[in-house]
């Protein structure tokens, strides 16, 4: 059972550059969240999803893109990155009905 | 919205000091109040947890009570040690919602 994990771990791209970053947890979770971390701010929402095929936009969805075509699998996208997308990106997870939830380790991206 | 507000940091302690970080919230309803902790290069744990007021969560020897007349969970340790140095997050979720909402973080670093 290895909960939450993320790849990659570590990430440098240059302005204009796409990526995708791949959360998987194998709890059979309903729920997935993508968060970004930056100093003094906390985490944000960027995007999360419900279920399976669903998805909705958080606090802070711009320049960003996600697919959940699979339960266990929660894609994150950036068509064309921007510096200001340099960030610790965190993937979580939650049971419907449950109210806490489960974190993967982050994906360090720089964008130059 | 909802909101939460924790002291800024950083904080700095000796071993075996008493530790407190003041967590407020701004919510309607009767949200579940968590303290979740971030170790260097990792992503969050959940640290404890309350659902309803005047509900103490504990573990590792911390402690928080949720006070609604105060809307406040701080965050307490009578002694900590070099291993409690980490970025303490309060955050809240409201019970019909899907989304945490995080405070800034507050780091703390223990010295031996």
């Known amino acids: 059972n290895a909960g939450v994990t993320q790849t990659p771990k570590f990430r440098v791209l240059k302005t204009g550059q796409s990526m995708t970053l791949l959360c998987a947890q194998d709890?059979?979770?309903?729920?997935m969240y993508w968060y970004r971390q930056d100093p003094g701010m906390g985490l944000r929402l960027i995007h999360y999803?419900?279920?399976?095929?669903?998805?909705a936009k958080g606090e802070v969805p711009d320049g960003y893109n996600v697919s959940r075509l699979k339960k266990q699998n929660f894609l994150l996208g950036l068509e064309s990155a921007a510096p200001s997308q340099t960030s610790v990106y965190f993937c979580?997870?939650?049971?419907?009905?449950?109210?806490?939830?489960?974190f993967g380790p982050g994906t360090r991206l720089t964008v130059l | 919205g909802d909101s939460v507000t924790q002291m800024e940091g950083p904080v700095t302690l000796s071993e075996e000091a008493f530790l407190t970080i003041n967590c407020t919230y701004t919510?309607?309803?009767?949200?579940?109040l968590f303290w979740y902790v971030q170790y260097p290069g990792e992503g969050l744990q959940l640290l404890l947890k309350?659902?309803?007021?005047?509900d103490k969560g504990s573990n590792k020897g911390f402690e928080a009570t949720y006070r609604k007349e105060t809307t406040s969970f701080h965050l307490e340790k009578g002694s900590v040690q070099v291993s409690d140095s980490a970025v303490y997050f309060c955050?809240?979720?409201?019970?019909?919602?899907?989304?945490?909402?995080f405070g800034a973080g507050t780091t703390v670093t223990v010295r031996a």
């Open positions: 979580a997870s939650r049971r419907q009905g449950a109210d806490t939830q489960y």
């Open positions: 709890m059979n979770h309903e729920y």
């Open positions: 999803s419900v279920g399976e095929g669903t998805t």
């Open positions: 919510a309607t309803g009767y949200p579940s």
């Open positions: 309350a659902t309803k007021a005047d």
């Open positions: 955050a809240l979720i409201r019970s019909n919602d899907y989304k945490l909402s």
